[in-house]
């Protein structure tokens, strides 16, 4: 006879609190043109980016210093591809640099590097949308 976990109600609503936690703004973060910051991302775009894979393993528990080095990693642009347009890394890692954003030096900083073009327009983008 096989031996299944039981779980309850309750430990299942805090499987999906702790989905719906890791797709918060910070509390901390300033509204853009008066509304949320992840806003800015259609709602369809928004809602697949939460279920993809990309999302859910690289993206979660980011912060300003390792959402850095994600940004290093991009080889191409994008926002969605695909029959089911499925999200890029590139708009996975914009919907989190809107979620938790970085202080604005760090995004100076970016902006003059020239060894990673990706990581320019990843941060050019974000001054774009967050700062006038």
């Known amino acids: ?7 309850s109600k309750s430990s299942g609503s805090n499987i999906v609190e702790a989905g719906k936690m890791a797709n918060r703004t ?3 973060a300033k509204s853009i043109r008066g509304t949320n910051p992840q ?3 259609e709602k369809i775009v928004r809602s697949k980016i939460y279920q993809n894979t990309y999302w859910k393993e690289q993206c979660f ?6 959402l850095v080095d994600k940004a290093m990693e991009l ?14 890394p590139f708009i996975c890692l ?12 760090i995004v100076v900083e970016f902006i003059k590097n020239e060894d990673y073009k990706w990581v320019f327009v990843y941060w050019y983008l974000f001054s774009f ?4």
């Open 129 to 132: 949308f967050c700062f006038s």
């Open 39 to 41: 806003n800015l991302v």
């Open 61 to 66: 528990g980011l912060t300003a210093e390792t």
């Open 94 to 105: 914009v919907t989190k640099m809107l979620q938790i954003q970085p202080d604005k030096e």
């Open 75 to 88: 080889d191409h642009l994008g926002g969605t591809y695909g029959g089911s347009r499925k999200p890029t």
């Open 1 to 7: 006879m096989l031996n299944l976990p039981i779980f």
């Open 26 to 28: 910070d509390p901390s």
